[in-house]
């Protein structure tokens, strides 16, 4: 992946808060979409880092699922990919 290009803050109330507005706790993450990402609407990610753990998810659909990795894990992921190993082309 290439740097950012575009960062997001995102913030999501706790499914825990109720309707009254008590006990209520946000969460924010910067989300960055990669430079890789074209302005087309094509094939987007952005990544987090939601410490202790990077989460990835596809830009066109920000409240859908996530992968989340551990700094290991996102380490070889990224070496794997930077490596052209998964390429499809």
């Given at each position: 992946?290439?740097?950012?290009?575009?960062t997001v803050l995102?913030?999501?109330?706790?499914?825990?808060?109720?309707?009254?507005?008590?006990?209520?706790?946000?969460?924010?993450?910067i989300w960055r979409?990669?430079?890789?990402?074209?302005?087309?609407?094509?094939?987007?990610?952005?990544?987090a880092v939601l410490?202790?753990?990077?989460?990835?998810?596809?830009?066109?659909?920000?409240?859908?699922?996530?992968?989340?990795?551990?700094?290991?894990?996102?380490?070889?992921?990224?070496?794997?990919?930077?490596?052209?190993?998964?390429?499809?082309?």
């Amino acid at each position: 992946m290439g740097k950012a290009s575009e960062t997001v803050l995102m913030w999501r109330t706790s499914s825990y808060s109720g309707s009254s507005g008590g006990a209520c706790v946000e969460v924010g993450a910067i989300w960055r979409k990669s430079s890789h990402s074209s302005g087309t609407g094509g094939e987007c990610i952005e990544v987090a880092v939601l410490s202790p753990s990077i989460a990835v998810r596809d830009s066109k659909d920000p409240d859908g699922p996530m992968l989340s990795f551990d700094a290991a894990a996102w380490a070889s992921f990224t070496s794997v990919i930077k490596a052209g190993l998964h390429d499809l082309g």
